[in-house]
């Protein structure tokens, strides 16, 4: 094996871990920082300081004609695709939001079948749709049935994370659609960066027009879990990405979907003791199986 490809799938194993691991710190940090105005932190410094280190690199950055693309994507990706995410984590456990966060190809997959030069679904996507909503409804079914607040607190947590899978897939679809024009040529992580930055303007406004300020406290330890969304989640996480990508089939890149569920849910069942029963992990392997059938090609 080469240098460069061990480093890579050094690379593609830090994706695994550290996005993995992501959902146990978004988690911690909700303790007593507002949903939106964390993530809206999160991405602006982590954007801030990545836009930082690649101009005293030396490195070419998106010129202003590019940056309204830009933003559209941060908004997608980052303030629907991620905030909905730590939205839907006040009320569902941090592993069970992992597997939610997983059936992102099932909503890539339709959307894509939506468009005009879109591929079309096969028997294998179909079958692939069916089962993974099959293991969204064992989830979430006794709480449907629920009539005290937490049920419908529960039930809205999963909703917000299905919302940040159309915002993802429908940023992913904008994405290649941008990519086959000019931005072909584009660093992939001045893109992320500005993205995380426009992403991050656009959660700040979210969460002060909710007046999430108010209720706006830090501790150590939700300082700490903050910290290690910007610097390990965000740049480390991306930059890993980044270089795994460009030096490993996209294919296998993609695998860390599979990963970083079973990951988040081990976390948040040993540090948080959150709940973790025989129909939630039987609902997590079919969806995890659904989603093997929706990513074959």
Same mark, same amino acid.
């Given at each position: 094996?080469?240098?460069?490809?061990?480093?890579?799938?050094?690379?593609?194993?830090?994706?695994?871990?550290?996005?993995?691991?992501?959902?146990?710190?978004?988690?911690?940090?909700?303790?007593?920082?507002?949903?939106?105005?964390? *993530?809206?932190?999160?991405?602006?410094?982590?954007?801030? !300081?990545?836009?930082?280190?690649?101009?005293?690199?030396?490195?070419?950055?998106?010129?202003?004609?590019?940056?309204?693309?830009?933003?559209?994507?941060?908004?997608?990706?980052?303030?629907?695709?991620?905030?909905?995410?730590?939205?839907?984590?006040?009320?569902?456990?941090?592993?069970?939001?992992?597997?939610?966060?997983?059936?992102?190809?099932?909503?890539?997959?339709?959307?894509?079948?939506?468009?005009?030069?879109?591929?079309? !679904?096969?028997?294998?996507?179909?079958?692939?749709?069916?089962?993974?909503?099959?293991?969204?409804?064992?989830?979430?079914?006794?709480?449907?049935?629920? *009539?005290?607040?937490?049920?419908? *607190?529960?039930?809205?947590?999963?909703?917000?994370?299905?919302?940040?899978?159309?915002?993802?897939?429908?940023?992913?679809?904008?994405?290649?659609?941008?990519?086959?024009?000019?931005?072909?040529?584009?660093?992939?992580?001045?893109?992320?960066?500005?993205?995380?930055?426009?992403?991050?303007?656009?959660?700040?406004?979210?969460?002060?027009?909710?007046?999430?300020?108010?209720?706006?406290?830090?501790?150590?330890?939700?300082?700490?879990?903050?910290?290690?969304?910007?610097?390990?989640?965000?740049?480390?996480?991306?930059?890993?990405?980044?270089?795994?990508?460009?030096?490993?089939?996209?294919?296998?890149?993609?695998?860390?979907?599979?990963?970083?569920?079973?990951?988040?849910?081990?976390?948040?069942?040993?540090?948080?003791?959150?709940?973790?029963?025989?129909?939630?992990?039987?609902?997590?392997?079919?969806?995890?199986?659904?989603?093997?059938?929706?990513?074959?090609?």
């Amino acid at each position: 094996m080469t240098h460069p490809s061990r480093r890579a799938y050094l690379a593609w194993v830090a994706v695994c871990l550290i996005w993995g691991t992501t959902y146990l710190a978004i988690r911690i940090s909700l303790e007593t920082i507002p949903p939106l105005l964390m *993530a809206a932190i999160r991405w602006i410094i982590a954007g801030s !300081l990545l836009i930082a280190f690649l101009r005293i690199r030396g490195e070419r950055l998106p010129r202003p004609r590019a940056w309204p693309s830009l933003a559209i994507l941060g908004v997608l990706l980052l303030g629907f695709g991620n905030g909905a995410v730590v939205w839907a984590e006040q009320t569902v456990p941090s592993g069970l939001t992992a597997v939610l966060v997983a059936t992102s190809p099932f909503w890539m997959v339709g959307i894509d079948a939506l468009m005009p030069d879109g591929a079309r !679904l096969t028997f294998r996507h179909v079958a692939g749709l069916l089962i993974g909503f099959g293991g969204i409804v064992t989830l979430v079914w006794p709480e449907i049935h629920a *009539a005290d607040a937490g049920g419908r *607190a529960f039930l809205g947590g999963v909703i917000a994370a299905q919302v940040a899978c159309v915002g993802w897939a429908i940023g992913s679809s904008y994405a290649r659609h941008r990519g086959r024009g000019h931005a072909r040529d584009e660093n992939v992580l001045a893109t992320a960066a500005f993205e995380m930055l426009f992403g991050g303007v656009f959660l700040l406004a979210a969460g002060l027009a909710l007046h999430e300020g108010a209720h706006l406290v830090f501790t150590p330890r939700t300082t700490a879990a903050l910290v290690y969304l910007i610097v390990f989640g965000a740049i480390g996480g991306f930059t890993a990405y980044a270089y795994a990508l460009k030096h490993l089939p996209v294919a296998t890149v993609s695998l860390y979907a599979y990963i970083n569920p079973i990951i988040a849910v081990v976390l948040g069942t040993i540090v948080l003791s959150e709940p973790l029963n025989v129909r939630m992990a039987v609902a997590a392997a079919i969806v995890l199986g659904g989603m093997t059938l929706v990513k074959k090609t």
